[in-house]
């Protein structure tokens, strides 16, 4: 019989997991490493591109806050048609192609590659359900904090958690992971249909809430591919 961890130790695992998590995930962490300013809002909105920063948030108090949706050309939104992001997307990145500004300027080649990457990482961000949650979080002023907001920290799924996290270290053939991974990607969909609930009827608090649950969510999936993945190197 395989030994459990003491329910104190189990906790204190999953909190560390969970900090960890946010720290990996946060869309601000992403776009902190060298983010650059873009006018690539002004190509939707038929504004000129007057000011470098116009892709940045001067409301809500976040006016440091790239605005990931405004540079792909969206209003502030948890629904978005992935087939439209898509075709948005390719849209912009054809038009900062790199053979487009072939005979431009240095300073210009460089700019364009800057407004290039981007649209690259918003598209990243908005194109992924979790980090578009926090992102949207973020921009509301009520970014999900590493572990200063205790109202969200649900401990009946801490430990649910912690139980399938032992599952799959127990587990040590693909027939044994799969099933395990069909249900977390189940609960994953359901709390995004959630999410999508919360965020059209403005309740952002249960919208934390609910992102915070993806997050453990999220993070008992990667764990899965990642067991999966070892078990079929061997």
């Known amino acids: 019989q395989q030994r459990r961890r003491p329910l104190w130790k189990r906790h204190n695992i ?5 900090a960890v998590s946010l720290r990996r995930t946060s869309p601000s962490s992403i ?6 300013s873009s006018n690539i809002v002004a190509r939707f909105s038929g504004a000129a591109a007057t000011t470098p920063s116009s ?8 006016e440091n806050e790239i605005d990931h949706f405004r540079i792909l050309g969206f209003e502030r939104t948890f629904t978005i048609p992935m087939d439209e992001l898509k075709a948005k997307y390719k849209g912009l990145m054809k038009d900062l192609h790199p053979d487009r500004y072939a005979t431009a ?8 590659g800057a407004m290039a990457t981007d649209v690259t990482r ?8 979790l980090l578009r949650s926090l992102h949207l979080l973020e921009l509301h002023g009520t970014p999900i904090e590493e572990m200063n907001d205790q109202s969200i920290i649900d401990h009946a799924l801490l430990f649910e958690v912690m139980e399938i996290r032992e599952q799959v270290e127990d587990a040590s053939t693909d027939e ?3 099933p395990i991974l069909q249900s ?3 609960k994953k969909d359901e709390l995004i249909g959630q999410l999508a609930e919360a965020f ?5 608090e249960d919208a934390k809430r609910i992102t915070a649950k993806l997050q453990y969510w999220a993070r008992i999936e990667e764990t899965i591919v990642d067991k999966m993945t070892s078990v079929h190197k061997q």
């Open 105 to 112: 300027s240095k300073e210009v080649s460089a700019q364009k």
């Open 55 to 62: 892709s940045r948030t001067q409301d809500e108090g976040n």
């Open 14 to 18: 999953m909190m560390n997991l969970f």
């Open 184 to 186: 977390s990607i189940k």
């Open 200 to 204: 059209q009827e403005g309740r952002v």
């Open 31 to 36: 776009c902190r490493n060298g983010a650059s």
């Open 176 to 178: 044994e992971l799969r």
């Open 122 to 129: 918003a598209y990243g961000v908005v194109g992924d359900p």
